[in-house]
């Protein structure tokens, strides 16, 4: 049980989850273990999501080229950025009192050129 509660700290849930943690250790061991399980199935790809750190951009060192270049454009198609580098359009002006997904939408299809051109 120690393992699921390190886990689950600053989650918002973590108040319920003291009070199953609390509760079952007056229970029989079975439902223990189903109880603890359940209570890490639940949050494991919540921890799954917050590890997950995307590789750096291949690195041109000068050689091999052609390697790179399918790597880089699979870098980049990878981050939804390739389409940015193919086309090299810019995105059209957003047009009076847009709401506020579109001005989202828009900054982010603005910056994208820009994150492309940081991973070379």
């Not at 291949?58 to 790179?68: K, L, Q, R, S, T």
Request: glycine letters at 2%; a positive charge; proline letters at 11%.
């Amino acid at each position: 049980m120690a393992v699921v509660i390190l886990v689950m700290r600053g989650v918002k849930h973590w108040p319920a989850m003291q009070h199953i943690a609390s509760k079952s250790a007056s229970r029989p061991a079975v439902e223990q273990n189903r109880m603890q399980q359940l209570a890490w199935d639940h949050f494991v790809p919540f921890v799954s999501m917050m590890s997950f750190t995307p590789p750096p951009p291949p690195v041109f060192a000068g050689e091999n080229y052609h390697i790179w270049v399918v790597k880089m454009k699979t870098y980049l198609q990878a981050q939804d950025l390739w389409s940015v580098v193919e086309n090299d359009i810019e995105p059209p002006p957003l047009r009076a009192n847009p709401p506020i997904a579109q001005i989202r939408q828009h900054t982010e299809e603005n910056t994208k050129k820009h994150k492309a051109l940081a991973c070379l």
